[in-house]
């Protein structure tokens, strides 16, 4: 079966980089999108950007130009999401979800805490 | 960007009755690209259902989606004490997919 494995919470001070994990298994991992969403406490879904894992080809939200990276290792089937120049806006909860939508195969999130 | 509309903010309800839930879109989306997610606290978005209008996996018939255009409503016929949660509409047909604010679906 599909199956989305994150990382671990990370608590990181303002500044700072985190990066996200998200392995996953049950199908060809180069033939699906993995997309990267985020939610604050108690606010709607926001959408960071995709990566297409057989090229590496990536598309951010303009939000987030020029502060995430997303990259990819297809000998482990996993994706991964940097984001730099941390603040508390930040903070939130990171999901990776496959592409595509009608899918609805997403990780169990990863909470990234930004706090001096 | 496609921004989502999503009313109202909470509904309050009791177990049986009838959810009515809108999403309204800024612009028309094509193809039908819309989805809605239940969340729970604590939990990951599971999806309900994607096209407008089809059932994700495993979703018991009470959930039913319809529309087109720029308006969306998703119906759950009589509600079950598993419903209350968040529930969220989701665009996909342009890039960037864009997701509503989110309704309340709270125990009346």
């Keep these: 079966q599909v199956q989305l494995v994150q990382s671990g919470a990370e608590l990181k001070k303002p500044g700072a980089s985190v990066k996200v994990s998200c392995r996953a298994s049950g199908y060809i991992f180069t033939d699906y999108y993995i997309h990267w969403v985020r939610q604050a406490r108690g606010q709607g879904l926001e959408w960071v950007g995709w990566i297409y894992p057989e090229r590496g080809d990536t598309y951010y939200a303009e939000k987030f130009r020029g502060r995430v990276t997303m990259t990819r290792d297809t000998s482990i089937t996993t994706a991964y999401m940097e984001l730099s120049g941390l603040t508390s806006d930040d903070t939130a909860v990171y999901y990776c979800a496959r592409g595509s939508w009608s899918s609805g195969y997403w990780g169990q999130g990863t909470l990234v805490t930004v706090s001096s | ?108």
């Excluded at chain 2, 989502?4 to 909470?10: D, E």
């Excluded at chain 2, 879109?25 to 997610?37: D, H, P, T, V």
């Excluded at chain 2, 969220?88 to 679906?105: A, E, M, N």
């Design chain 2, 1 to 108: 960007d496609i921004v989502l509309t999503q009313s109202p903010g909470t509904l309050s309800l009791s177990p049986g009755e009838r959810a009515t839930l809108s999403c309204r879109a800024s612009q028309s989306i094509r193809g039908i690209s819309l989805a809605w997610y239940q969340q729970k606290p604590g939990q990951a978005p599971r999806l309900l259902i994607y096209g407008a209008s089809s059932r994700a996996t495993g979703i018991p018939d009470r959930f039913s989606g319809s529309g087109s255009g720029t308006d969306f409503t998703l119906t759950i016929s009589r509600l079950e004490p598993e419903d209350f949660a968040v529930y969220s509409c989701q665009q996909y047909d342009s890039s960037p997919p864009t997701f509503g604010q989110g309704t309340k679906v709270e125990i009346k």
